[in-house]
Nanobody, 125 residues
Framework: QVQLVESGGGSVQAGGSLRLSCAAS????????MGWFRQVPGKAREGVAT???????NYEESVKGRFTISQNSAKNILYLEMNNVKPEDTALYFC???????????????????WGQGTQVTVSS
């Protein structure tokens, strides 16, 4: 059974940094695509970044240059390093995974089969 467990969320002031982690268990697919999504109340879930088993990455335009997605394949942990955060980054952040390479439309959350429960990030101005 695949399980994704996020951690590392919290409250931070604008301009600060956070590192989110996602521990994956029961996930042995290769190739694979893993990613981070975020959602605020009343809005659709938004793709933030993805990485595949070859290390290829995709980023949402507003986080380019500020966020970095990475993985420790040996430990099955996915990371999202968030720097220079802004109040508009406030959201519930989800980890997601799917067998196969990331789709061309990587930000479509329908592509992903497995999801974590989410970790809240709150950025104050």
């Amino acid at each position: 059974q695949v399980q994704l467990v996020e951690s590392g969320g919290g409250s931070v002031q604008a301009g600060g940094s956070l590192r989110l982690s996602c521990a994956a268990s029961g996930y042995t697919y290769s190739p694979y695509c893993m990613g981070w999504f975020r959602q605020v109340p009343g809005k659709a879930r938004e793709g933030v970044a993805t990485i595949d088993s070859f290390g290829r990455t995709n980023y949402e335009e507003s986080v380019k240059g500020r966020f970095t997605i990475s993985q420790n394949s040996a430990k099955n942990i996915l990371y999202l390093e968030m720097n220079n955060v802004k109040p508009e980054d406030t959201a519930l952040y989800f980890c997601a995974a799917d067998p196969g390479s990331c789709a061309a439309d990587w930000s479509d959350d329908r592509f992903f089969d497995y999801w974590g429960q989410g970790t809240q990030v709150t950025v104050s101005s």
